[in-house]
């Protein structure tokens, strides 16, 4: 079956990066991107950008810009999501999801479990 | 930025009622809009696409409707594993979600 499977949770001080990382299995991997979607304690969804697994193409959140980079590695079917210069408000659960049907026009199904990161001093 | 409202913001219900939460977008989306449903500690999960169109495997007393700028999604019959929280999303400009109505029992 079609499925996401994400790296484990992250504590990281103010200014440092994470990285992290979302392994597909059941489909063929360049057929489709892949989004991240993010959400604080208590809070709703945010929409980080996504990346072609095709291409490499990328579409961020212009709210992200500068300090988000995603990327791919077809060998391992594998997508990273990279964030910089970490502060608290960056602390949140992130999901990466499977894109249907267009980039910036589509679905997200299914999704990962969700990678807790947390940023404190 | 399209800017998408849902209300209710929470909904109290009991099962076997049925529910409609609305979602409004700030600009016309045509007909890009989609439903997820997430349960606490879990992902979202993708319940109607292209506003009206269940995903394959939802429960048929899940249905969305509408066009434009104004959209529903409407649970026929409650059940006990439907309480959860539920988002639109429009695919219309990149992406934006709404911010969530809580579905909680009555």
């Known amino acids: 079956q079609v499925q996401l499977v994400q790296s484990g949770a992250e504590v990281k001080k103010p200014g440092a990066s994470v990285k992290v990382s979302c392994k597909a299995s059941g489909y063929t991997f360049t057929s489709y991107g892949i989004s991240w979607v993010r959400q604080a304690p208590g809070q709703g969804l945010e929409w980080m950008g996504w990346i072609s697994a095709y291409n490499g193409n990328t579409n961020y959140a212009q709210k992200l810009q500068g300090r988000v980079t995603m990327t791919t590695d077809t060998s391992t079917s594998t997508a990273y999501m990279e964030l910089r210069s970490l502060r608290s408000d960056d602390t949140a659960v992130y999901y990466c999801?499977?894109?249907?049907?267009?980039?910036?026009?589509?679905?997200?199904?299914?999704w990962g479990q969700g990678t807790l990161v947390t940023v404190s001093s | 930025d399209i800017q998408m409202t849902q209300s209710p913001s929470s909904l109290s219900a009991s099962v076997g009622d049925r529910v409609t939460i609305t979602c409004r977008a700030s600009q016309s989306i045509s007909s890009y809009l989609n439903w997820y449903q997430q349960k606490p500690g879990k992902a979202p999960k993708l319940l109607i696409y292209?506003?009206?169109s269940l995903q394959s495997g939802v429960p048929s007393r899940f249905s969305g409707s509408g066009s434009g700028t104004d959209f529903t999604l409407t649970i026929s019959s409650l059940q006990p594993e439907d309480f959860a929280t539920y988002y639109c999303q429009q695919s219309y400009s990149v992406y934006t979600f709404g911010q969530g109505t809580k579905l909680e029992i009555k």
């Open positions: 292209a506003a009206s």
């Open positions: 999801a499977r894109i249907l049907a267009g980039y910036s026009s589509g679905r997200f199904d299914p």
